[in-house]
């Protein structure tokens, strides 16, 4: 953890210390836009995977419900000046539990379990299974 005058810049979020809570001036208070037009709320944090310099998630505020929840970033569609667009509806996202502020494997299990996306360490499993690409002949 890191602290700038007094504030966390960089949270832990696991016991493994693997995903960690930052900022981001790119996507800091952009509009969270659903799949079917709503804006849901505004972009707060991400979740990176430092090791594999990866965003795992987008941590999202509702004001409407005055929660936190995280979004996996493979539920995005795009990134534009204008906001976030996700490929979930407002249904979708309503349903995500709310962000506690921890990020256990259980509680990574239980975000994917109400997104139609693939859990990103399966696709990651499948793709360290394949190997390298085969050279034409």
Not at 3 to 8: A, I, L
Not at 41 to 56: D, H, K, L, N, P
Not at 65 to 88: E, K, M, S
């Amino acid at each position: 953890m890191r602290e700038t005058k007094g504030r966390k810049t960089v949270i832990a979020l696991d016991e493994d210390q693997s995903l960690f809570e930052v900022g981001s001036r790119e996507v800091w208070q952009l509009p969270l836009i659903s799949s079917d037009g709503d804006v849901v709320g505004v972009v707060v944090r991400q979740v990176i995977e430092a090791r594999m310099y990866t965003v795992r998630y987008l941590i999202v505020f509702s004001p409407q419900r005055d929660r936190q929840f995280v979004i996996p970033a493979n539920a995005l569609a795009d990134i534009t000046a204008d906001g976030v667009v996700c490929n979930l509806t407002s249904q979708q996202l309503e349903s995500l539990p709310t962000f506690s502020q921890s990020l256990t494997k259980a509680e990574e299990e239980e975000i994917y379990s109400y997104v139609p996306q693939t859990p990103y360490w399966i696709e990651e499993q499948w793709v360290r299974n394949q190997g390298p690409p085969q050279k034409d002949n």
